[in-house]
Structure formats: C-alpha cells, structure tokens
C-alpha cells in the first residue's frame, strides 16, 4: 500500500482518481465538488457579526466547509511527509533586510491571494467546481477551462522566452 501512495503517479492515473472522486462526490452529496459553497456560510457569518458589532453562535459545518478545512490540512501533513516543508518569512532571495523583504512579501501574498479570489469569483466557482462542472458537459465550464488552458499556455511561452531572455 505505502508503494502505491509513496510513489509518483502519471497524470492520467491522477486524473482517472480526481475524476472518480468528483462522480462520487456529486452521487453521494447530490452536489459537485467545489469550494464556493463552503465559504458562503462562514463570509455570510462574518458580514453578521461586523455588522451587528456581536459574536453570534458560528454555523454548522456542513461537508463543504469541512472540505476547506480538509484542503489545508492535507496540503499542510503532505508537505510536512515530504520533507519539503519549512518555515520562512520571507524567500531568501528578497535581500537581507528584514522589514523591507518582509514587507515586500506580505504584499505579494496579499496581492496573490486577492488575484486568487477575483478570478474566482469571475469564474463563478473554484477550481474544483469548473471540473465538477465540466464532467457534467456544462459549456460554461469548458469554456473556462479551455480559456484558462491556452491562456496558461501563452502566458507561460512568454515567460520562459523573457526568462530566457534574461539569462543570457
């Protein structure tokens, strides 16, 4: 067992397995797999308690929200097992001041993840959601995910061409 689960897999085994557990997922839970629907209670909890100035009792966690949770924790015990973990405030190659690189690096983050969730948004779901979407023949999802591969695609051309560029 620890053979099949400690070596690489190719793509199509990956796949094969993301895809098994999507049809899964939507027999059981007569919902596709996406992240949308678990942050909806907890941001719609948030703006009550700003709003109101109080602390109310939070809501129930439902499979969805517990698929967030589950999200960060396999990705945290995964890279903890792999050794590739470690802990950094900021990437080493910033420079060796401390506040400047840390600030610097905060405002990546911040920025990263505000980006993250625009294009969530646009999209109308997470990632996850497109694919569950798109097993179900749904064209606005293939439309995303067919955007979002050449996108990908001559986005990453153009950065290795510049990187390419740079090195000599």
Do not use: H
């Not at 993301?18 to 839970?29: D, R």
Request: aromatic share 16%.
């Amino acid at each position: 067992m620890m053979k099949v689960f400690g070596s690489k897999w190719s793509f199509w085994i990956s796949g094969l397995v993301i895809a098994l557990i999507f049809n899964l997922a939507l027999y059981l839970f007569d919902s596709p797999i996406g992240m949308s629907n678990g942050y909806l209670p907890l941001s719609q909890y948030c703006v009550k308690v700003i709003d109101n100035g109080k602390i109310y009792a939070p809501p129930a966690i439902d499979w969805q929200t517990g698929f967030l949770l589950g999200i960060m924790l396999g990705a945290f015990i995964t890279a903890l097992l792999s050794g590739d973990w470690k802990f950094e405030l900021y990437p080493p190659e910033m420079g060796k001041e401390f506040f400047p690189a840390l600030g610097k690096s905060i405002l990546k983050g911040v920025f990263g993840g505000f980006m993250v969730m625009l294009g969530l948004q646009i999209a109308g779901d997470s990632f996850f959601g497109q694919w569950a979407a798109a097993m179900q023949l749904s064209a606005g999802a293939w439309l995303f995910l067919i955007t979002f591969f050449v996108t990908g695609t001559i986005l990453s051309i153009i950065l290795s061409k510049r990187a390419g560029e740079g090195e000599k």
